[in-house]
């Protein structure tokens, strides 16, 4: 079990003693969150006027504030993340469907390489055989 960690921290200028399983660091970057969320609220017209409820009230609702549009921020950065997710699976996808087509296309080619070498030994055969037989036809016009 993790030990609980016990700190001083001021709080609108206040001390108090904040404990928690977090670090006190965290503890103490907590506190000067709630610090600087005070001195923006005191920059406002009015705040220093009103009773102390409201004012613990009013932090307490720019704190909620903070809370939900982060939390809204996480859930969007979430889906950006998915949807990321979801197009590098198809971009792999593509691309594992590309390499085989690849190897499918080097296997054709090779093949038609074959191909294309026994054509030319074919010819090179009927050219030899044509030009025996044309010198034989030359030979026999010469004897006649």
Do not use: C
Not at 3 to 10: C, D, M, Q, Y
Not at 26 to 47: C, F, M, P, W
Not at 98 to 121: P, T
Not at 123 to 131: F, G, P, V
Request: glycine letters at 4%.
């Amino acid at each position: 079990m993790e030990k609980k960690n016990v700190t001083e921290v001021v709080i609108g200028g206040k001390i108090y003693k904040l404990g928690g399983y977090e670090s006190e660091d965290y503890l103490h970057q907590v506190a000067s969150y709630l610090n600087n969320r005070i001195t923006e609220l005191k920059s406002l017209d009015g705040y220093n006027r009103l009773p102390s409820v409201q004012k613990s009230l009013m932090l307490d609702l720019n704190t909620a504030d903070d809370y939900f549009k982060a939390r809204r921020q996480v859930e969007k950065l979430e889906a950006d993340l998915s949807d990321k997710d979801r197009e590098l699976y198809e971009v792999r996808h593509e691309l594992v469907s590309a390499q085989v087509k690849l190897e499918e296309d080097q296997k054709r080619i090779i093949s038609l390489k074959e191909e294309a070498d026994d054509y030319q030994k074919k010819i090179a055969l009927l050219e030899a055989r044509l030009s025996q037989t044309e010198n034989r036809t030359a030979a026999e016009s010469k004897k006649a």
